[in-house]
């Protein structure tokens, strides 16, 4: 009995795969049919040799100063990390603010501790100057 019913989902006329997954693959066939044509096509119709002008270096309209390869200072990473954090802080902010009048207590201290931690963070990040350039 087992078998039969085993045998009977890959029948063609009731098979779950023609039903559903049938066109999915057909997508997946076609889009790697197209990336095939599309790199072939940009490796046959693109130049072989280029002009010594374009395989040059070239750094917003100038020659570059210095390697490519220096130290980056740190600061520009931490500003970015930081908008980022709290950015995605702030992104929590707004359903909190939709769904005020449907929270129940604990869902209103709940997110007035987050928005507590968060101003934590801030002052922790302005006290020790890290936003301070010089």
Known sequence: MFTTNYINIFNTNQSLLNKEYYSI??????????????LSLSYFLSV?????????????????????????????YIIAILFIVFDL????????????????????????????????GFFYVWFTNVLDWE
């Open 25 to 38: 693959l057909i997508l997946v066939f076609i889009s790697i049919f197209l990336s095939l044509i599309l």
């Open 48 to 76: 072989q040799n280029p002009d010594s002008e374009k395989l040059s270096s070239y750094e917003c309209g100038f020659e570059p100063y210095e390697d490519a390869r220096h130290k980056f200072d740190i600061k520009f």
């Open 89 to 120: 802080e702030a992104i929590f902010l707004f359903p909190w603010s939709i769904s005020l009048s449907n929270l129940d207590v604990i869902g209103f201290w709940s997110m007035i501790d987050f928005i507590f931690e968060l101003g934590v």
